[in-house]
C-alpha cells in the first residue's frame, strides 16, 4: 500500500520540541523537489484540471449535495478589520461562528439578493451561493489571506456584490450580539472559487480521506471512494485495504497557521506526530505500508517526500528539526 499524505503547514513554524517520526520520514525519504504553491493549485494538477479549482461548486458536492449544471461559488463569512490606514482580513477560522449564527445571517443574504443568489450553509465557516453564470470573482481562498492587508479589488460585478453583502451583515442582530460579547463581527463575506461542477476523469488514487471538503469533492467527481478523517493512522489503517494508492489530506495546521496562534499550531503539530506520523512509521517498518509520502505544497523547496521500508536504514541521513526545512 502507498499512503500518501498531504500536509500543507508543515514547515510553517519551529516546532517547540523534535518531532522524531516526521523528522525520520523527511530525513530519510527521497526529496521531489518543486515550486511552492497553494493547497488549491497542488490539488488541481493532482486530479488534473485544466481550470481553476470550482470550489462552491465542490464544497458542495463534499456535502451530499447536487450542484448540476448550475454555477456555484464559496461565499465565506468573514470579518475585515480597520486598522488607521488600511483593512485587515480575518477568516471565518478565526470567527467561530455558530450554525444558528450562519443560518441567520445567510437568511438575510438571501432576502436580500433573491432570485440572483442563492447562499447555502454548509458549515460555520463555509457557505456556497448558486449565482449568475460565468461571474467572476476573486482567485484568492480565504487562508491565503488571513492577516493580511486587502484591497478587495474583485471584478465589479462581485465587488457590488460584496458592497451590498456588507451594508446587509453591518446591523444584523447576529453581529450585534457578537459585537456586546466583544466577539468579532461577520461584516464581509470573501466570494472565490467559481464555476461549475467538474468532470474529473483521474483516478490517481484508489480512495481519498479528508474533511477538507475541496479534497472530498473531487473524490465524488472522479467517482473515488471518499472516507471521512478518522482521529488516527491506526484508525485508519483498520480499514484500509492491503494494496492500492491512497491519499490522506491533514489540514490541522492550516486554520492554525491562518490565525497566527503558534500554541494552537504547536498543538496541532505534536497531534498529528503522534496520532499520523508514528502509526505510519511503525506500518512502514513492519511492511504494512509499503511506501509513504508526504507532500507539503507550500514548502519552500520541496514538493514531496517518499520514503520506503529500506530507506530506513539509510543511517547516515540524519534527522533534522522541522524549521530546517522551511
Not at 480521506?209 to 489503517?237: F, K, Q, V
Amino acid at each position: 500500500m502507498h499512503c500518501e499524505l498531504v500536509v500543507t503547514g508543515l514547515f510553517a513554524a519551529p516546532a517547540a520540541a523534535r518531532r522524531p517520526s516526521v523528522e525520520l520520514l523527511l530525513a530519510r525519504g527521497r526529496c521531489t523537489s518543486a515550486g511552492s504553491q497553494s493547497y488549491e493549485t497542488w490539488l488541481r494538477d493532482a486530479f488534473e484540471l485544466d481550470a481553476p479549482l470550482p470550489a462552491g461548486a465542490l464544497t458542495l458536492l463534499a456535502a451530499g449535495g447536487e450542484p448540476g449544471s448550475d454555477w456555484w461559488i464559496r461565499a465565506d463569512p468573514a470579518h475585515l478589520r480597520l486598522m488607521r490606514d488600511r483593512l485587515v482580513f480575518v477568516p471565518a477560522a478565526a470567527l467561530r461562528i455558530q450554525r444558528n449564527e450562519a443560518d441567520a445571517l445567510c437568511d438575510a443574504l438571501n432576502r436580500h439578493f433573491a432570485p440572483h443568489l442563492n447562499v447555502q450553509v454548509i458549515d460555520g465557516e463555509r457557505w456556497v451561493a448558486r449565482t449568475a453564470a460565468g461571474l467572476a470573482v476573486a482567485a484568492q481562498p480565504p487562508l491565503e489571506l488571513a492577516g493580511r492587508e486587502v484591497a478587495l479589488a474583485m471584478p465589479p460585478t462581485a465587488s457590488a456584490l460584496l458592497n451590498e453583502a456588507q451594508m446587509v451583515l453591518h446591523a444584523h442582530p447576529v453581529n450585534e450580539a457578537r459585537e456586546a460579547r466583544g466577539e468579532p463581527t461577520v461584516n464581509s463575506v470573501w466570494f472565490w472559487g467559481a464555476g461549475r461542477a467538474p468532470r474529473v476523469a483521474s483516478k490517481s488514487w484508489h480512495s481519498v480521506t479528508a474533511d477538507e471538503p475541496l479534497a472530498l469533492g473531487l473524490a465524488r467527481a472522479a467517482a473515488m471512494r471518499y472516507h471521512a478523517l478518522p482521529p488516527s493512522a491506526a484508525a485508519w489503517l483498520e480499514r484500509a485495504p492491503e494494496d492500492g494508492r491512497h491519499l490522506v489530506v491533514l489540514d490541522a495546521l492550516r486554520a492554525p497557521l491562518a490565525l497566527s496562534e503558534t500554541g494552537e499550531y504547536q498543538d496541532a503539530i505534536a497531534r498529528l506526530e503522534q496520532d499520523w506520523f508514528a502509526p505510519l512509521l511503525a506500518a512502514l517498518r513492519g511492511g504494512r505500508v509499503g511506501m509513504v509520502t508526504i507532500h507539503v505544497p507550500d514548502a519552500a523547496d520541496c514538493l514531496a517526500y517518499e520514503t520506503i521500508r529500506t530507506d530506513l536504514r539509510r543511517f547516515w541521513r540524519r534527522p533534522k528539526a522541522l524549521e530546517h526545512y522551511a
